[in-house]
């Protein structure tokens, strides 16, 4: 099964400074698909950036950005000038293409605090 | 945001009570989802829908069914609640497994005393 993992539980950045936030994936497929959520205290699930594993530019969106290295099986997510509302909880999670693609898994989170 | 209700937000019951959470989708999307998210354990996958009638168990399903009689609404219940089955449970759905993104609902709180 594939497993998803966060290493660090929790992470301050200061308020316009640049955090990466880490990922990395256990799978045996070639074929995939990767996301990150972030849950601000309001307990929504927001999408914030995904990636297809057979495309090998970097996603971007706005000022956050993934580090995608598909031969590490790594999948970090860089957050530019940093805000107050980007405090939250982050999620990375993995979606297969073969048996059990419609199941998202999901890390365990990193918190992420913004000091001002 | 994606057409997603759940129902009820809150919920207070006691051990060995029946308990039955609601979703219910104005999306016409194919695929639902209940997940449980519990501190130091991130989302965790319950039971799915792949389609009316369709339906799996994902990773932490003993405890848990499911039904789905219609395209919209995907009940999860809970036969007899443990404290164990405190949590914050979420639906999402989607319309493909490809690249698209699961859409959550706003979650239930869920305490069993």
């Known amino acids: 099964a594939q497993t998803v993992t966060q290493s660090q539980p929790e992470m301050s950045v200061q308020e316009a400074e640049t955090v990466t936030l880490s990922c990395t994936y256990d799978t045996s497929e070639s074929d995939y698909y990767l996301f990150w959520y972030k849950q601000p205290p309001s307990r929504q699930m927001i999408l914030v950036i995904r990636q297809e594993a057979y495309k090998q530019q970097n996603a971007t969106e706005n000022r956050f950005s993934v580090n995608f290295q598909k031969a590490a099986k790594s999948f970090s997510l860089k957050i530019s000038d940093s805000q107050l509302g980007d405090a939250a909880m982050y999620f990375c999670?993995?979606?297969?293409?073969?048996?059990?693609?419609?199941?998202?898994?999901f890390g365990k989170g990193t918190k992420l605090t913004v000091n001002p | 945001d994606a057409g997603i209700t759940q129902s009820p937000r809150h919920k207070v019951t006691e051990t060995g009570t029946p308990v039955t959470l609601r979703c219910h989708q104005t999306?016409?999307?194919?695929?639902m989802y209940w997940y449980r998210q519990d501190p130091g354990h991130g989302l965790r996958l319950i039971h799915y829908?792949?389609?009316?009638?369709?339906?799996d168990k994902g990773e932490v399903s003993d405890g848990y069914s499911v039904s789905r009689s219609k395209t919209e609404d995907f009940l999860l219940t809970l036969e007899s609640a443990t404290s164990s089955q405190t949590s914050v449970y979420f639906c999402a759905i989607s319309d493909s497994v490809d690249n698209s993104p699961l859409h959550f609902g706003n979650g239930t709180r869920l305490t069993v005393t």
């Open positions: 829908s792949y389609g009316v009638k369709d339906t």
């Open positions: 999306e016409n999307h194919r695929y």
């Open positions: 999670a993995y979606r297969g293409t073969q048996g059990g693609s419609e199941k998202l898994v």
